[in-house]
C-alpha cells in the first residue's frame, strides 16, 4: 500500500470515531432530557391528585354546609309557630274556656301548617272509591266492603305528604276487599264423604 492510500483509509476511521462519538453524545442527551420530562410528568401528576383530594374535600364540605343551612333555614321557620305554641300553652294553663283554647291551638296549627306549606310540603289528596297506589298509598287494613270496588280506598287512616315531587310518607289507608260469601252446607258433598 502507499503512503496515500493509508492516510484516505485513516481518515475514514477518524472521521467514524469523530461521528461515534457525536451519536454517544446524541443518544446520551435525550435520556437527560427524558429524566428532566420524566419528573416533570411527576411532580404535575402528584400535584393534579393533591388537588383533586382536596377539591374532594372542599366539595363534601360545601355539600355538609349547605344540609346545615337547609336545617337552619327551616327551623327559623318554625320558630314563630313555638312561640305561638309557647303562648297558647301559658294560656292552657290560666283560662278555663276551651273554645279560646282550641281558637288558640287551631291558631297555631294553621300556622304550622303553613310554614311547611311554604317550605314545599304538600299533602296527599286521598278520596274514598279512589285506585289504591303504592306509589303515595300504603294499605294498613283490608276491608270488607260490597259498595267500593276492590283494591279501591274506603278510608284515610293517616294523612300522606310529599315535597319536591318526592313522597315523604305515603297516606296510610284501608283497601277495600270483596266480601267473602258464606259457605253452605251442601248435603251431597256430606254423602259423598261417607
Known amino acids: 500500500m502507499s503512503k ?8 475514514p476511521q477518524e472521521q467514524s470515531e469523530v461521528n461515534e462519538g457525536e451519536t ?3 443518544v446520551q442527551e435525550p435520556k437527560i432530557d427524558l429524566a428532566a420530562m420524566l419528573a416533570d410528568m411527576t411532580d404535575k401528576y402528584q400535584r393534579l391528585g393533591a388537588d383533586y383530594q382536596n377539591y374532594q374535600k372542599r ?3 360545601q355539600i355538609n354546609q349547605a344540609s346545615e343551612f337547609a336545617k ?6 318554625l320558630l314563630p309557630v313555638l312561640d305561638n305554641m309557647d303562648h297558647t300553652m301559658e294560656k292552657g294553663h290560666t283560662s278555663n274556656n276551651i273554645a279560646e283554647l282550641m281558637q288558640a291551638v287551631q291558631i297555631v296549627f294553621d300556622h304550622f301548617k303553613n310554614t311547611l306549606e311554604g317550605q314545599g310540603l304538600k299533602t296527599i289528596a286521598v278520596k274514598a272509591g279512589a285506585e289504591f297506589d303504592p306509589a303515595c298509598h300504603e294499605a294498613m287494613l283490608h276491608e270488607e266492603n260490597g259498595d267500593i270496588t276492590p283494591n279501591a280506598i274506603v278510608r284515610e287512616l293517616a294523612k300522606g305528604y310529599t315535597m ?3 313522597t315523604l310518607r305515603p297516606a296510610r289507608v284501608s283497601v277495600a276487599k270483596a ?6 252446607d251442601n248435603p251431597e258433598v256430606e254423602q259423598g264423604g261417607e
Open 4 to 11: 496515500k492510500n493509508k492516510k484516505q483509509q485513516a481518515e
Open 24 to 26: 454517544q453524545e446524541q
Open 59 to 61: 366539595a363534601e364540605r
Open 72 to 77: 337552619e333555614s327551616i327551623v327559623k321557620a
Open 164 to 166: 319536591n315531587d318526592r
Open 179 to 184: 266480601p267473602v260469601e258464606p259457605v253452605e
